[in-house]
């Protein structure tokens, strides 16, 4: 009869951590240990439904011989018991993952964000795509119905074939009013060098961007305007934008925050 047990655990709605344990017999001194093992690299108190823990019980007194916990979609926490001291040694294990380069285009009709979704590109790759081009590309006043995108992106899938995160834009092209805009992912650990160009070199990084929210419309520009409370004409020395709620905003360009509270 071997030795020891190996239970494979599909975490279920309303379960904690500690109850999933005990329904093993694994006594509270030992999930203690397991929990101040993993407290540092993830949060147990948000457990994810149908994410899987995986540990191995000795029949002989009970205790957990080992015990592996995905902590992200790249890595899992690897515990081993430590006989002679009774504690566990980590490890870090990273997930192979299998990396696809996707090409998605389409036209835009309302706006970048709203016609990306529709190709299914992913929200957080929408949003890097409209960084890259916010020192180029003013969202509000250059982008016209019927111009379109062409995007090429990495996407990384695990072993059940489910995309579980995504990697770099390799190529975009805005194309406006019939004008391309090709930029080109370069990256170069030697040169510390980690940007989009254009085709002739030109780095895109310019000081601000042209616009920090994708989709946005100008709701009143720099110049004399009667005042929205004061109800008189006077200087607006800005330029406001509104947009739909859950809009991603974004920095407009680097700098230095001075101070930080609420």
Do not use: C
């Amino acid at each position: 009869e071997p030795k020891y047990n190996k239970i494979k655990h599909k975490i279920k709605p309303g379960e904690t951590f500690d109850k999933i344990l005990e329904k093993y017999s694994i006594e509270k001194t030992e999930i203690i240990k397991i929990k101040n093992s993993l407290k540092n690299k993830i949060d147990l108190n948000k457990l994810n439904t149908k994410q899987i823990i995986q540990f191995s019980i000795d029949k002989t007194n009970n205790h957990i011989s080992e015990f592996i916990f995905q902590i992200s979609n790249t890595q899992k926490i690897y515990l081993k018991r430590k006989n002679e001291s009774n504690t566990f040694s980590e490890e870090i294990i990273s997930i192979k993952l299998d990396k696809k380069i996707v090409y998605k285009e389409n036209i835009i009709i309302q706006s970048l964000y709203k016609s990306a979704s529709d190709q299914k590109i992913p929200p957080n790759t929408i949003i890097d795509f409209a960084s890259i081009y916010g020192f180029q590309v003013d969202f509000q006043r250059d982008i016209r119905k019927n111009d379109s995108f062409q995007i090429v992106y990495e996407e990384y899938k695990n072993d059940n074939n489910k995309i579980v995160d995504f990697g770099n834009i390799l190529y975009a092209n805005l194309i406006l009013q019939g004008q391309s805009l090709e930029l080109y992912f370069f990256n170069s650990e030697k040169d510390k060098i980690n940007d989009h160009f254009e085709s002739n070199g030109q780095s895109i990084k310019k000081t601000l961007m042209k616009t920090p929210i994708n989709g946005a419309r100008l709701s009143s520009s720099f110049g004399m305007r009667k005042h929205p409370i004061d109800g008189y004409n006077k200087m607006h020395k800005g330029t406001d934008f509104a947009a739909p709620m859950g809009t991603p905003i974004m920095a407009s360009g680097d700098g230095i925050i001075k101070k930080a509270g609420w």
